[in-house]
T-cell receptor, first 113, second 112 residues
Framework: GQQLNQSPQSMFIQEGEDVSMNCTSS?????WLWYKQDPGEGPVLLIA?????ELTSNGRLTAQFGITRKDSFLNISASIPSDVGIYFC?????????????FGKGTKLSVKP | SAVISQKPSRDICQRGTSLTIQCQVD?????MFWYRQQPGQSLTLIAT?????????ESGFVIDKFPISRPNLTFSTLTVSNMSPEDSSIYLC?????????FGPGTRLTVT
């Protein structure tokens, strides 16, 4: 079946550093999404990407929809302690069930003040 | 975005019993889903909750184990039946609004 390979699995960084994580697949997708999950909470949508090559920002977060439609990356600039959490990429194809997002395994981010 | 609430937020249950989880959305939505997140894992779609008809289950999930109700466009329930320790997970309600998918806070279930 379709799979998303998300890396790195975890990151330990110093406050103020930039962060980069990515998601790749052997399959083509029409939508890429990035979510953040805090402990004890549900995932919160950060950025949605709908077009190959699209680059979208949300504050200190920037994400891109890969030109091949098989990958996406998320960058966080000047990290702060509240950036701690698990970041999930997710992808979907048109024509499939709207809810049938495929999720990556997550990147656990730890930030040292 | 969408305001989604779930009850209970967490529970500890004995094996063999059943638990019903409620999901309430702040306004009507057409599409409503239930996901499972096993410890340290990613999210897996259990089923699509259809208003007025039977839920649509994904491969590996069956109605007898996870019966779902969707009586109206703002509410759904998921029951985890005849629980075993392997059912210990976070169960998440999700809706689509304006083309994007939002998640509730989750129900953390521990089966002993």
């Amino acid at each position: 079946g379709q799979q998303l390979n998300q890396s790195p699995q975890s990151m330990f960084i110093q406050e103020g550093e930039d962060v980069s994580m990515n998601c790749t697949s052997s399959s083509i997708f029409n939508t890429w999404l990035w979510y953040k999950q805090d402990p004890g909470e549900g995932p919160v949508l950060l950025i949605a990407l709908y077009k190959a090559g699209e680059l979208t920002s949300n504050g200190r977060l920037t994400a891109q929809f890969g030109i091949t439609r098989k990958d996406s990356f998320l960058n966080i600039s000047a990290s702060i302690p509240s950036d701690v959490g698990i970041y999930f990429c997710a992808a979907r194809n048109y024509g499939g069930s709207q809810g049938n997002l495929i999720f990556g395994k997550g990147t656990k981010l730890s930030v040292k003040p | 975005s969408a305001v989604i609430s779930q009850k209970p937020s967490r529970d500890i249950c004995q094996r063999g019993t059943s638990l019903t989880i409620q999901c309430q959305v702040d306004s009507q939505v057409t599409m409503m889903f239930w996901y499972r997140q096993q410890p340290g894992q990613s999210l897996t779609l259990i089923a699509t909750a259809n208003q007025g008809s039977e839920a649509t289950y994904e491969s590996g999930f069956v109605i007898d184990k996870f019966p779902i109700s969707r009586p109206n466009l703002t509410f759904s329930t998921l029951t985890v039946s005849n629980m075993s320790p392997e059912d210990s997970s976070i169960y998440l309600c999700s809706v689509v609004r304006q083309g994007e998918q939002y998640f509730g806070p989750g129900t953390r279930l521990t089966v002993t």
